[in-house]
């Protein structure tokens, strides 16, 4: 099986690391990691209620930048609707002309399952890297925590 995603060692915030065998599997990883710091998202999953879902879109010019939008958006919707997420899903990223467009949904589940891990303040643009080589896609993405 391959591994989704790792924790990098960072000097000041909290580094990962996202794999994927293309570019909607990398960044369902990339969520994957960033839901897994901020909560016990086994937890969330195995707890006894209906999953419900949110749609998620996000449109930019470059790959990172889809990635930023896309996280970011995900950490919005998750404190202003106070989420207990678990999975991100990509349902498709489409070129018109010079933008990416993404769709998707976040899978959140309501329930009092003490599930709550390390906030996170925001994704930081400056260190993101979308890299793909080899039939394999990596990203690295910083969070402020």
Known sequence: ???KFIYVPH?????????GKSERQAIEN??????????DIEK?????????????????YSPAD?????LQKILTIVDEKELKPYLFKVF???????????EGKLFYKS?????????IKAVTPYALQVV???GLWRISVVVDV
């Open 66 to 70: 889809l990635v930023w939008h896309t």
């Open 92 to 102: 498709g990223i489409k070129s018109v002309g010079k933008v990416l467009a993404l």
């Open 1 to 3: 099986m391959q591994r």
């Open 11 to 19: 000097t000041a915030e909290m580094k990962f690391i996202a794999y």
């Open 44 to 60: 969330i999953r195995r707890a006894k209620s209906v999953a419900k879902a949110v749609s998620i879109r996000s449109k930019a």
């Open 132 to 134: 793909h080589k080899k």
């Open 30 to 39: 990339s969520a994957l990691a960033m839901l897994n710091i901020m909560f």
């Open 111 to 119: 329930t009092d399952v003490e599930c709550y891990r390390t906030e």
